[in-house]
């Protein structure tokens, strides 16, 4: 009997080292959109995903969109160092177009819910749908312009920092389908963008 209770007794520790801050949200682990990456500490946000109907536009229209959408000054920061899950550290342009720099894709900040989000994006424009990848995630800590890695647990708030993403995509979305010469939501493959 003495060692059914402490067997229970250790076994009540040690969950409740496990349920600590660092446990993945759930609803991130359910997410097909969400990609976590384990980290040092913890698991954290490595990148997000969505998809919306195909736009066709020229390309100076997709330029001007981009223009438009991403390159949203809120942050007034030029370059920062943008810290990894598994703490390494590069420096990244902030607001940089596709061929500045040495990135081909178009990284940004922008501001949701009081959160200073940073992020690289490469837009893929194919016959089904137009994809948003959003990587190289990072908020900024106040703490000489470094953007740390977001964690993937609930006390972290990452579905917040989706969001805010996703209302980048949806404003890049919207500029392309005003300047498209498709119909917006045409698609062969029956995929319809979501309400």
């Known amino acids: 009997m003495k060692r059914t209770w402490m067997g229970i007794a250790a076994l009540t520790l040690m969950t409740g080292c496990v349920s600590g801050q660092y446990i993945m949200d ?36 997709f330029a001007q969109c981009l223009d438009a959408s991403v390159a949203q000054r809120q942050v007034n920061l030029a370059t920062g160092v943008l810290r990894d899950p598994i703490d390494r550290e590069e420096a990244m342009t902030f607001n940089a177009m596709p061929g500045e720099g040495n990135d081909s894709s178009v990284t940004g900040v922008t ?6 989000i940073a992020y690289r994006l490469e837009i893929q424009r194919m016959p089904e749908a137009n994809y948003y990848y959003f990587d190289r995630l990072g908020e900024a800590s106040g703490q000489n312009d470094q953007f740390v890695p977001i964690g993937a647990w609930a006390a972290a708030s990452p ?16 500029c392309l389908e005003r300047g498209a010469t498709n119909q917006p939501g045409e698609d062969d493959t029956g995929w319809q963008p979501k309400p």
């Open 111 to 116: 501001r949701h819910e009081a959160r200073d």
């Open 26 to 61: 759930e609803k991130v682990s359910e997410s097909r959109e969400i990609n976590p990456v384990q980290g040092v500490d913890g698991n954290y946000l490595g990148s997000f995903a969505v998809r919306r109907p195909y736009t066709e536009v020229t390309p100076t229209q």
């Open 159 to 174: 579905l917040q920092v989706t969001e805010g993403l996703e209302a980048v995509a949806d404003q890049m979305q919207s």
